[in-house]
């Protein structure tokens, strides 16, 4: 499990279109691409996550079921 944290994990996640889960407390809370971030928050998929608070890790992306 890769978490990231600095400046420079969060462009490099950007760039690459890294699926970045967010955790707070051991629990999921969101996930997705990472869109913008500046010193306090990340923008993830559509929720901002407070970077002090929050954990950011590298995970592979949800899967989707085709329903067949």
């Known amino acids: 499990m890769d ?17 970045i889960m967010v955790l707070m407390d051991g629990k999921m809370i969101g996930g997705g691409l990472v869109a913008e971030f500046d010193e ?6 559509q929720g901002r996550y407070v970077r002090s608070s ?6 592979p992306p949800p899967q989707c079921s085709t329903g067949m």
Request: proline share 0%.
């Open 40 to 45: 306090t928050e990340v923008k993830v998929g």
């Open 54 to 59: 929050s954990t950011f890790v590298v995970a």
């Open 3 to 19: 978490i990231i944290h600095r400046d420079a994990d969060f462009t490099n996640a950007m760039l690459f279109g890294t699926y």
